[in-house]
C-alpha cells in the first residue's frame, strides 16, 4: 500500500493502517476518516494516420524522454471526452474531437505509484501535432513497429502491442 496519505483531510490527525472489506487501507483514530486510494482518472487518444500511430514523447517525469499516448488527467467537472479535447489542444495544439471508447487500463503513476485508471479513446485530429506543453516530441509511428520497449508505462506497452497485432480494434 502506498504512503501518500499520512495525516487526516479531515482533522489532521495522524492516519494508521487498518484492514477493511479484505483491504488494507488508512484510517484517522481520532475522526474515523478513511483514505481509500482511489483511482485519478486520465484520458489518452489513440490517432491514427493511415497504418500509423501518434506518439508523444515525454518532457517531463515520470519517465521523462519515454513514449507514451498523448492525454493526462482530468479536472474537476470535466468529462473525460472534454478532458482529452483539452489535453490534446494543450500537448499537440491541435483542435480533436474524441471518438469511440476502446476501454479502461488501470496504472500507476509517479513516485509511490499513485493508482490512474486510464480511458482510451480513438481520436481524430484537426491539424498538424507539434510538440507542446509536457511533450518534447511527436512521431507517426507503423502499426504494426511501435517502440514498445521505449512505451512509459506497461499498461500502454500492453495495450499498444494489443493495437498492434489488431487485437484492439478501431471501427
Given at each position: 500500500m502506498a504512503?501518500?496519505?499520512?495525516?487526516?483531510?479531515?482533522?489532521?490527525?495522524?492516519?494508521?493502517?487498518?484492514?477493511?472489506?479484505?483491504?488494507?487501507?488508512?484510517?484517522?483514530r481520532r475522526c474515523g476518516w478513511t483514505f481509500y486510494d482511489n483511482p485519478?482518472?486520465?484520458?489518452?487518444?489513440?490517432?491514427?494516420r493511415g497504418q500509423r500511430v501518434l506518439l508523444a514523447r515525454r518532457a517531463a517525469p515520470p519517465h521523462r524522454g519515454t513514449w507514451d499516448l498523448p492525454g493526462g488527467f482530468l479536472e474537476a467537472g470535466e468529462t473525460p471526452e472534454r478532458a482529452l479535447v483539452r489535453e490534446l489542444r494543450e500537448e499537440l495544439g491541435v483542435r480533436a474531437t474524441a471518438g469511440r471508447?476502446?476501454?479502461?487500463?488501470?496504472?500507476?503513476?509517479?513516485?509511490?505509484?499513485?493508482?490512474?485508471?486510464?480511458?482510451?479513446?480513438?481520436?481524430?485530429?484537426?491539424g498538424e501535432p507539434r510538440a507542446m506543453s509536457d511533450v518534447s516530441e511527436v512521431r507517426w509511428f507503423p502499426r504494426r513497429r511501435l517502440p514498445l520497449g521505449e512505451i512509459a508505462f506497461p499498461a500502454m506497452r500492453r495495450a499498444l502491442a494489443a493495437y498492434g497485432r489488431g487485437a484492439l480494434r478501431l471501427p
Open positions: 504512503q501518500r496519505a499520512r495525516f487526516c483531510m479531515a482533522c489532521g490527525a495522524p492516519l494508521a493502517a487498518v484492514r477493511e472489506e479484505g483491504q488494507v487501507r488508512r484510517r484517522c485519478v482518472p486520465a484520458v489518452l487518444g489513440i490517432a491514427e471508447f476502446l476501454g479502461f487500463f488501470t496504472e500507476t503513476y509517479g513516485p509511490g505509484g499513485m493508482p490512474i485508471l486510464a480511458a482510451v479513446y480513438r481520436v481524430r485530429l484537426a
